[in-house]
Antibody, heavy 117, light 107 residues
Framework: QVQLVQSGAEVKKPGASVRVSCKASGYTFTTYDINWVRQAPGQGLEWMGWMNPNSGYTGYAQKFQGRVTITRDTSINTAYMEVTGLRSEDTAVYFC??????????WGQGTTVTVSS | AIQMTQSPSSLSASVGDRVTITCRASQDIRHDLGWYQQKPGKAPKVLIYDASSLRSGVPSRFSGGGSGTEFTLTISSLQPEDFATYYCLQDHNYPYTFGQGTKLEIK
């Protein structure tokens, strides 16, 4: 079946970087855009950015420009989202999601990133 | 960036009630809006896309309406499994933006 499986939880110190992976299966990875969304504890959903896995073209919310990078490895059907210069406010659950026919129809299970000294 | 204003932020209702949640966009987004349901500890799930199209497998008690700047999600007869948090998401242009969410609680 169509699914996105994300990497496991991470604990990082302030100033460090984290890379979260999102492995796609059950469909042709390069056909549909991948979006990244995060959710801080007890807060709402926040859209971070997107990538076209075929071209590698990306776009980001202004808040994340320069600090977030989305990439992919098409040989293993995997998208990555890296955040640099982590701060406590980046503590959140990070989700990848496939965009299909105008909706984010398949989501990863989420990756908890905790930033703490 | 397009701002999405969702209301109410919380809603208390009973099983069998009809409820409506509203999202307003800061500019015309045509029909480019989706509705998502999220339960605690889970990833969101798309219910409605393109403002009024019901996702396959989603019960017909969910419906979406509106266009331009004003949109609604209606649940015609609340079921116990519907108590969750709901978000709208505009995908008209980048950056996509979510509404603040509506927490639907049991009265």
């Amino acid at each position: 079946q169509v699914q996105l499986v994300q990497s496991g939880a991470e604990v990082k110190k302030p100033g460090a970087s984290v890379r979260v992976s999102c492995k796609a299966s059950g469909y042709t990875f390069t056909t549909y855009d991948i979006n990244w969304v995060r959710q801080a504890p007890g807060q709402g959903l926040e859209w971070m950015g997107w990538m076209n896995p075929n071209s590698g073209y990306t776009g980001y919310a202004q808040k994340f420009q320069g600090r977030v990078t989305i990439t992919r490895d098409t040989s293993i059907n995997t998208a990555y989202m890296e955040v640099t210069g982590l701060r406590s406010e980046d503590t959140a659950v990070y989700f990848c999601a496939r965009e299909f026919e105008g909706g984010l129809d398949v989501w990863g299970q989420g990756t908890t990133v905790t930033v703490s000294s | 960036a397009i701002q999405m204003t969702q209301s109410p932020s919380s809603l208390s209702a009973s099983v069998g009630d009809r409820v409506t949640i509203t999202c307003r966009a800061s500019q015309d987004i045509r029909h480019d809006l989706g509705w998502y349901q999220q339960k605690p500890g889970k990833a969101p799930k798309v219910l409605i896309y393109d403002a009024s199209s019901l996702r396959s497998g989603v019960p017909s008690r969910f419906s979406g309406g509106g266009s331009g700047t004003e949109f609604t999600l209606t649940i015609s007869s609340l079921q116990p499994e519907d108590f969750a948090t709901y978000y709208c998401l505009q995908d008209h242009n980048y950056p996509y933006t979510f509404g603040q969410g509506t927490k639907l609680e049991i009265k």
